[in-house]
């Protein structure tokens, strides 16, 4: 038998296996194929029967990470493009190691001062990072979807009490559906955290002047003048085939003329206002009601961390505080005057029991500050450019949209191919760049095409990274046509 009482003189043991295996791992990161399809076997390592007498400790977690090291996709090293997401910068990964050795419990300040507090600061450095005014509300969330969950029943609240309705306790029955406002910039995310909410996902509807999905002022205008401004108006501060972006001040103007919410999904496109180069993208953002972003994106901190700010902090605890469990401590200042303020992060956001969170990204800001993010974000706006310079370049590649951001929209189009078989090829072909394993990037959707978007936002990555899958890219596409 194995107790885990046993073990309590020897619970480092485990750590230094992982920590054992962490240098030689991350040292070798950039070498390796984003995954190697042939240590997928390993993965019979993790399966079986419940043990009925454990191995211990040790043998446990040498098992995890032998197989993990192996046959994990590799997505924190430098060639991961697929989908949007960047790694983890070694002082994140540190910080996320601290979280789990202390254990903290992050929803009330009575559990853990120390959460409650890094929690605090660091919203206020995101905030100063993004331009958004100090006295904006915040809470960490596990991702931008639960950070868009926080916004927008933020928003339901104060539509609902535009009918003299409390919905937080009433609910939405006998209301009219909320009307929700976008671009077809919007990310399909906003729409889960409608449907979550019970608003609907289909409520959304979205103003396009193009098949680009760039928003439609004027129909928006109209629309919101016959619901009188009881709506909510999503902008899209970076999408996620090209990184374009809606214009965020003209959005803020409609909303402010016609008393609406402005919600803003900033997932990765808010850390255009650390450079001037992009700084213009994000104007606006701070006259929103409510913004979401993301920090395992272009912070490049682990899995699980989004952020969710909002005007009034009060729509929040309306929102998701107020239980009413007799043995929870309702938010409270310790009022001995400077201002430190014993905040219960769990009725700000949906999550009770939480972790915390706030530490990774207290320690990549501490470890790298302001100007270390505008040098990587800068990096990737180069690398970014340099992909979007070596596609137009090729002949067998087609560029789709200019390169904006951080996201490179093209295609593979070798001559003598019709344009009708063009989807099916880079389908294929998508598939076939998963299956080699040497660089990832994955397919989508754009203006009817499937194409290819990779992302370059990891912290790593640098300007041979893109070149290798532009490489790769040719070299299977080649192949597909011989
Ligand atoms: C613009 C945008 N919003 C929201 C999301 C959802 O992010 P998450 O997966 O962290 O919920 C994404 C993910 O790619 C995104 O690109």
Request: aromatic share 8%; glycine share 10%.
């Amino acid at each position: 038998m194995s107790d885990p009482l046993d073990e309590r003189d020897v619970a480092g043991e485990p750590l230094a296996v992982v920590a054992g295996a962490a240098g030689p791992y991350l040292e070798g990161l950039a070498e390796r194929p984003v995954h190697d399809r042939s240590r997928d076997a390993l993965l019979d390592e993790l399966d079986g029967p419940l043990p009925a007498e454990g191995d211990g400790a040790v043998a446990a977690v040498e098992r995890l990470v032998r197989v993990g090291t192996e046959a994990a996709t590799h997505s924190s090293g430098p060639r991961f493009f697929h989908f949007v997401v960047g790694g983890s910068t070694p002082a994140a990964m540190a910080g996320d190691w601290t979280t789990s050795l202390l254990d903290q419990g992050a929803g009330l300040w009575v559990v853990s001062p120390l959460a409650a507090r890094a929690e605090a600061v660091v919203l206020r450095w995101l905030k100063e990072l993004f331009g958004l005014p100090a006295s904006y509300g915040g809470v960490l969330t596990p991702s931008a979807t639960l950070a868009h969950v926080t916004g927008l029943a933020c928003a339901r609240t104060w539509w609902a009490d535009r009918y003299g309705v409390d919905v937080a306790s009433r609910g939405l029955a006998g209301l009219p559906a909320m009307p929700v406002f976008s671009s077809g910039l919007v990310h399909v995310s906003t729409r889960k955290a409608l449907q979550i909410l019970g608003c609907g996902r289909d409520t959304l509807r979205t103003f396009s002047r193009d098949d680009a999905g760039r928003v439609d002022l004027a129909a928006m205008d109209a629309e919101l003048e016959r619901a009188g401004g009881r709506a909510v108006i999503v902008a899209n501060l970076g999408e996620v085939n090209t990184g374009d972006s809606d214009p965020i001040g003209d959005l803020a103007d409609l909303a402010e003329r016609h008393g609406a919410w402005l919600h803003v999904d900033g997932a990765f496109g808010i850390f255009a206002a650390l450079s001037p180069r992009t700084a213009h993208l994000a104007r606006g953002v701070e006259r929103a009601d409510s913004v979401t972003a993301d920090g395992h994106k272009w912070l490049n901190v682990p899995y699980e961390s989004g952020f969710s700010f909002v005007r009034d902090q009060a729509m929040m605890t309306r929102a998701f505080g107020a239980w009413g469990a007799s043995y929870l401590p309702v938010a409270d200042r310790d009022g001995d005057g400077d201002g430190d303020e014993r905040i219960n992060y769990n009725t700000l956001g949906p999550e009770s029991s939480r972790r915390a969170r706030a530490l990774p990204i207290w320690a990549t800001l501490r470890a790298y500050g302001r100007d270390g993010y505008r040098a990587m974000v800068e990096r990737h706006l180069d690398v970014s450019q340099h992909l979007g310079d070596l596609v137009e370049a090729a002949p067998d590649l087609e560029l789709l949209a200019p390169v904006q951001l951080c996201i490179v929209c093209f295609r593979y189009r070798p001559d003598g191919v019709p344009e009708k078989h063009l989807d099916e090829l880079n389908a294929r072909l998508g598939e076939a760049l998963i299956a080699d394993g040497r660089v990832y990037a994955g397919t989508s959707t754009y203006r009817g095409m499937t194409v290819f978007r990779p992302a370059p936002l990891n912290w790593r990555t640098t300007k041979a990274d893109v070149e290798l899958l532009v490489d790769v890219v040719r070299e299977l596409g080649a192949r597909l046509t011989a």
